[in-house]
């Protein structure tokens, strides 16, 4: 056998000599070094039977930070299953958008395990950003540009009392100077996901400002959040149409859902 930690041999003829993770049934030796244990847990360890029989257990470092990591992915695995719900419940209702919703529902259902943890691991890159739309380029300087944007969100972020030591925003998109009404959005990246709700939140009210009105601010959602946003948009319409009144969207657990304001 080989240690988990310094990949040394051990000797599997003196069992007090090593102890197997629990998670992954790995072995460390057991000393601090290796298995990470303080000189009393070790002692503790020493005096239990033999690792196959004994009652507490022991969790490597690898092991233990996968299960810190547990909570979060079931909250998204969690969060794609009710989007798949909630595409179900699109497809019975809106006869219309039969043939996307169930596009996007095949989509959903038969993606691979992979491309779930790649549009996991997306979604975790983009929550704690937000994107601005509607800010014009108004300077030829990058500089100038990148000195009105920063100036923009500190302002922004200042009107909603969130404090953060550094803002860099990004404008997303290639800069056209032969465009004059060039309004590229900018990607703001904040210091949790809580501050990029209290901006979508809150938003709205600073809308009664001049010095807002013509901007709007959305989260940064991956393509497929997009895709199902839309296609949300779209069956909202459809049954304000047929006269269906006061609905409006509204996030559930992240996740876009027609509700009724009454």
Do not use: W
């Not at 943890?117 to 950003?129: L, Y």
């Not at 994107?131 to 014009?136: D, E, M, P, V």
């Not at 600073?206 to 959305?218: C, R, T, W």
């Not at 909202?236 to 149409?241: G, S």
Request: proline share 3%; with cysteine.
């Amino acid at each position: 056998m080989i240690c988990l930690k310094c990949s040394s041999n051990i000797d599997e003829n003196n069992p007090k000599s090593f102890i197997k993770c629990n998670g992954c049934n790995r072995p460390v030796h057991i000393n601090s070094t290796c298995s990470d244990l303080t000189a009393n847990e070790i002692k503790c360890f020493s005096e239990l039977r033999p690792n196959n029989k004994r009652r507490i257990k022991y969790i490597c470092l690898e092991c233990d930070q996968g299960l810190h990591q547990l909570p979060k992915l079931l909250s998204l695995v969690k969060e794609l299953r009710e989007e798949i719900s909630q595409l179900k419940e699109l497809n019975k209702s809106s006869s219309t958008n039969l043939s996307t919703i169930n596009q996007n529902n095949n989509l959903i259902s038969t993606t691979a395990f992979e491309e779930i943890i790649h549009e996991i691991s997306e979604r975790n890159k983009r929550a704690n950003n937000f994107i601005l739309y509607n800010s014009k380029d108004q300077f030829d300087s990058k500089q100038d540009r990148i000195e009105h944007d920063t100036c923009l969100v500190k302002t922004l972020l200042a009107d909603l009392n969130i404090q953060e030591q550094e803002v860099n925003p990004i404008r997303l998109g290639k800069f056209d100077r032969t465009k004059q009404s060039l309004s590229r959005p900018i990607k703001v990246q904040l210091s949790s996901k809580q501050d990029v709700l209290t901006v979508i939140t809150k938003f709205k009210k600073l809308k009664e400002s001049p010095n807002y009105a013509s901007l709007s601010v959305f989260f940064d959602r991956t393509p497929r959040q997009s895709a199902f946003y839309k296609s949300v948009k779209r069956d909202l319409d459809t049954r304000i149409q047929n006269s269906e009144t006061n609905l409006r969207i509204k996030y559930h657990n992240g996740v876009p859902t027609i509700v009724s304001e009454n």
